[in-house]
């Protein structure tokens, strides 16, 4: 076994009675980007929180580096892992410095303060995450997709070798979107760590991905290379949306045309 893989097998997990995720295999290696897709609710972000121990597992087990996650010490775990979750709460009238300075918490010791190389790393992160030259201005105060740089600044200053974010680009207007994306680009090629994402538009997950993982009711239902995975009729099984899937000129990504609001198909799906 690749020593810096993260190895999901049989993972369940769950609230109260109720359990989310399924009978879950899966398999993180270092220098690629897997992103996650399914309809609202199917236990994407229950899954993240599983592999980042923010949840206990209900059955099976999680493995980083060969050894369970869940017996691991918080500190090493930390700086091995980050996540950026679904729904961030910004500090009151902490600057981006400030919040980036946070990752480094877990390299710290409780008497003693930031080190030099806390400061470089904190420095790296914000450049690596284009932060850097707002590194003085109030989180409170930057646009949406300013304030989500600044928060994969704080978990890059973590250093992980896996980082995961969920759903990065939700509420972001378009260029943001493409500003995200195309950061998520350069730390994959830039850096030798996995990124595991949460997305929902399909396009954007086929042109950054290196593997996708399809799930539906908290079970995985197809992974591996985007264009292999992603068809007309698995998207119609997973969101039961019709469409078509095209390849226009000059484009590297295939475009996914959807049904229209009337439920007709686009011309030519399901041929
Ligand atoms: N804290 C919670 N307590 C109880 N049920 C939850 C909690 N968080 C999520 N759920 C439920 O788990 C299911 C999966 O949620 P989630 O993993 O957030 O889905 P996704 O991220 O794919 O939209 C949903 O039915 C949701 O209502
Ligand atoms: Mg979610």
């Given amino acids: 076994m690749d020593c810096k893989e993260i190895v999901v097998k049989e993972l369940e997990v769950g609230y ?22 399914g309809p609202n609710g199917c236990g994407k972000s229950t899954l993240l929180k599983a592999m980042t121990r923010i ?36 500090p009151e009238d902490i600057t981006v410095k400030d919040l980036v300075s946070y990752g480094r918490m877990p390299y710290q010791k409780w008497y003693q303060g930031e080190s030099r190389e806390d400061l470089e790393i904190v420095q790296w992160a914000m450049k690596a995450a284009s932060v850097e030259g707002m590194a003085g201005r109030k989180v409170r105060s930057l646009s949406g997709g300013e304030r989500q740089r600044a928060w994969i600044a704080t978990a890059l200053a973590q250093k ?36 595991i994402m949460v997305l929902h538009d399909i396009e954007q997950a086929m042109e950054v991905s290196d593997q996708v993982v399809v799930m539906k009711d908290g079970k995985k239902v197809a992974a591996g290379a985007p264009l292999e995975v992603i ?41």
């Fill in 55 to 90: 949840l206990k597992c209900r059955g099976g087990w999680i493995l980083l580096e060969g050894r369970e996650i869940h017996e691991m010490p918080t500190k090493e775990l930390a700086q091995k892992i980050s996540i950026l979750s679904q729904h961030q709460i910004t």
């Fill in 231 to 271: 068809t007309e009729e698995l998207i119609e099984q997973v969101y039961s949306v019709k469409s078509r899937i095209v390849r226009l000129p000059g484009r590297n990504c295939p475009t996914i045309i959807y049904e229209s609001l009337t439920g007709k198909a686009p011309a030519g799906a399901g041929r």
């Fill in 16 to 37: 109260d009675e109720r359990i989310i995720v399924k009978g879950m295999d899966l398999q993180l290696k270092p220098g690629g980007v897997t992103t996650l897709i």
């Fill in 160 to 195: 992980p070798q896996f980082l995961f974010l969920d759903e990065p680009t939700t509420y972001l207007d378009i260029a943001h979107q493409m500003e995200i994306m195309q950061l998520v680009k350069d730390l994959k090629e830039r850096l030798d760590i996995a990124i």
